[in-house]
Nanobody, 121 residues
Framework: QVQLVESGGGLVQAGGSLRLSCAAS????????MGWYRQAPGKQRELVAR???????NYADSVKGRFTISRDNAKNTVYLQMNSLKPEDTAVYYC???????????????WGQGTQVTVSS
């Protein structure tokens, strides 16, 4: 089992910044990748940013140059620094982790419960 605890959401004005954090805990051998997805009302969940084991990252085109994903391997934590926020960034942001389970030695994908980000115009 993997538990993901998210924090850092909230209400911010357009142009402002927020930093999301997601800490992973549980019985796993290693983290293969962690990322952030978001889901706005009436829309499908979409990838925002992802960082894999070797440190490489990928971003949605809509957030490139504004958002930065990073990680602290010692803390099994991933961060999403969001700058120059826009009203269209308003959504529930979900943390995602792809780990190698210590129980089954198979890939295990887990999701956090989500944190609300609201950007006012």
């Amino acid at each position: 089992q993997v538990q993901l605890v998210e924090s850092g959401g909230g209400l911010v004005q357009a142009g402002g910044s927020l930093r999301l954090s997601c800490a992973a805990s549980g019985t796993f051998v290693r983290i293969n990748a962690m990322g952030w997805y978001r889901q706005a009302p009436g829309k499908q969940r979409e990838l925002v940013a992802r960082i894999i084991r070797d440190g490489s990252t990928n971003y949605a085109d809509s957030v490139k140059g504004r958002f930065t994903i990073s990680r602290d391997n010692a803390k099994n934590t991933v961060y999403l620094q969001m700058n120059s926020l826009k009203p269209e960034d308003t959504a529930v942001y979900y943390c995602n982790a792809d780990v190698l389970s210590a129980v089954t030695y198979r890939e295990l994908v887990s999701w956090g419960q989500g944190t609300q980000v609201t950007v006012s115009s």
